[in-house]
């Protein structure tokens, strides 16, 4: 095998231009499954970050039926002594915070019209280092002091034509059937990557929030992890702890459906991209391949006549493809990575995803399985495109070989 790998090493180093050639086409399909594959990555990376860190959290804790009932029957569902709950979380060193919400509907009144709105009362300073995604569009988060303060999503500013400092009645009905009002003053307008969550999402306080309910419960404990791969780990953990207390444990994904059909949407994408570029390798390689091997007919019927046996040649042709595969392998793996860090240390500006306002700064992730898939795309296409050119060689007879030599 060594013997037949250095002459193939040999063969390959003969022939620099279709060598360069071949070499060049699998180091640019490497590259773009690379920076393609990367985007790709990045992407679903940044979409489920903008959901972890605008409202959802990694993971939460509500009444067991919440997620499915909670909005006909919401009094039916509360919590009453969270804080129990959120002192045996916190003690968890994954956890970097867990945060209390209290959910509502009702109508928000500019004192000329209604808006129907789904609020939410929340603790400001938890949510603030919670919502590292969720942009002001204009005045400023929400503060512990700020008892009857609120923030509205631009979608309802947009339509009640509201802006910092104009006060606004919140309308809802408590749990025993009783309508509350309660008088705020508008302290900033903020968006998120959900142009639909905007056009209804309304906060304020939970204490307020507590208080226009007539209640001391809340609806969820949000859970801040501090790295988002741990978040299956510690939801498998924390659903064992959580047996038969009557509570559910929802994760991000399983909490937000755009995201499952964003991934689905994406890999499929990419697989057929590997599909594109493996075709776009085997075209481009077994021109090249079939062309030098045309060439040296003359020379592979001399091996032949010389005693060589056919499979010689077969193994030989082989393993001149798998060098070439892995030597273009590898420079594409290189300069990929090296052309998705210098590209992602600029960034890549992008237009708000559908059903969103907000654009990004994209990058290309460096990402393993990528690269190796790549590589292994890279050195397949090499010896796929070999084997038909190396078995058409092997069965001809040594006679019309030995006639290219003339």
């Known amino acids: 095998m060594r013997d037949l790998l250095k002459l193939a090493l040999r063969n390959v180093a003969r022939h620099k231009g279709r060598t360069t050639l071949t070499l060049t086409s699998i180091v640019f399909g490497v590259v773009a499954l690379i920076l393609s594959g990367g985007f790709i990555e990045d992407t679903i990376v940044e979409v489920g970050e903008a959901m972890i860190h605008s409202y959802s959290g990694h993971l939460q804790v509500s009444r067991e039926g919440y997620s499915t009932y909670g909005s006909q029957s919401p009094e039916k569902y509360l919590i009453n002594r969270p804080e129990q709950i959120r002192e045996r979380l916190v003690g968890n060193p994954d956890v970097d915070d867990v945060l209390l919400r209290i959910g509502f509907s009702g109508m928000l009144n500019n004192g000329r019209s209604d808006w129907s709105i789904i609020g939410e009362g929340i603790e400001p300073e938890r949510e603030a280092r919670l919502g590292s995604y969720v942009t002001l569009a204009s005045g400023r988060r929400l503060k512990a002091e700020d008892k009857y303060g609120t923030m509205i999503g631009q979608g309802v500013a947009r339509a009640l034509d509201l802006k910092p400092g104009d006060p ?57 992890l501090k790295k988002t791969p741990d978040t299956e780990r510690i939801a498998a953990s924390q659903r ?49 391949v079939n062309l030098g091997i045309f060439e040296r007919v003359g020379e592979f019927g001399t091996m032949l006549a010389i005693g060589n046996r056919s499979r010689g040649g ?17 420079l594409g793996v290189v300069i990929g990575a090296t052309l998705a860090t210098g590209i992602s240390a600029v960034g890549i500006p992008m237009p708000p995803p559908p059903n969103a306002d907000l654009g990004y700064t994209s990058r290309i992730l460096i990402v393993p399985g990528v690269l190796a898939t790549a590589f292994v795309i890279g050195v397949g296409a090499a010896v796929l495109a070999s084997l038909l050119p190396a078995r058409h060689v092997s069965r001809m007879p040594i006679a019309d070989a030995l006639r290219h030599n003339v």
Not at 314 to 330: M, P, Q, V
């Open 168 to 224: 606004v009645t919140l309308l809802v009905s408590t749990g025993e059937g009783a309508i509350n009002t309660l008088d705020l003053e508008i302290v900033g307008i903020f968006q998120t990557f959900s142009k639909d969550y905007d056009a209804r999402a309304v906060r304020i306080p939970l204490v307020a929030a507590q208080e226009l309910l007539a209640t001391s419960g809340v609806h969820a404990l949000v859970i801040s």
């Open 240 to 288: 064992v702890a959580l047996d038969g207390a009557g509570f559910e444990l929802k994760t991000w994904v399983e909490m937000s459906d755009f995201y499952a059909q964003t991934v689905v949407l994406y890999e499929q994408q990419f697989g057929f991209l590997v599909i594109i570029v493996l075709i776009m390798l085997l075209l481009s390689v077994s021109n090249t």
């Open 314 to 330: 077969y193994r030989l042709i082989i393993a001149e493809g798998f060098l070439l595969g892995l030597i273009g392998s590898t």
